[in-house]
Nanobody, 121 residues
Framework: QVQLVESGGGLVQAGGSLRLSCVASGSIFSIETMGWYRQAPGNQRDLVAT???????KYADSVKGRFTISRDNAKNTVFLQMDNLNTEDTAVYYCSAELKVRPQHKYVNYWGQGTQVTVSA
């Protein structure tokens, strides 16, 4: 069984920083893309940033220059450094991992349970 567990969310003032972490555990053969998505109340879940196993990154326009995604492949962990936060960043942040549990299987996307990030004015 695969689990993704996020940590690092919380309450921060505008202009502040937070660092999110997500660890994937369980029966994992390999992980290709890991990423972060967020969902504010009444909104759909949107891409924040993704990173491939090789380190290629992709960011939403709204976070470019403020957020940095990174990963530790040996520890199946992905990070999201969030700087210069503003109130529009308030949302539940979800970790995702595209992984396979056996070499002959296809890649399947898994999700974490989410962590709340609240930015106050």
């Amino acid at each position: 069984q695969v689990q993704l567990v996020e940590s690092g969310g919380g309450l921060v003032q505008a202009g502040g920083s937070l660092r999110l972490s997500c660890v994937a555990s369980g029966s994992i053969f390999s992980i290709e893309t890991m990423g972060w998505y967020r969902q504010a109340p009444g909104n759909q879940r949107d891409l924040v940033a993704t990173i491939t196993y090789a380190g290629t990154t992709k960011y939403a326009d709204s976070v470019k220059g403020r957020f940095t995604i990174s990963r530790d492949n040996a520890k199946n962990t992905v990070f999201l450094q969030m700087d210069n936060l503003n109130t529009e960043d308030t949302a539940v942040y979800y970790c995702s991992a595209e992984l396979k549990v056996r070499p002959q299987h296809k890649y399947v996307n898994y999700w974490g349970q989410g962590t709340q990030v609240t930015v106050s004015a």
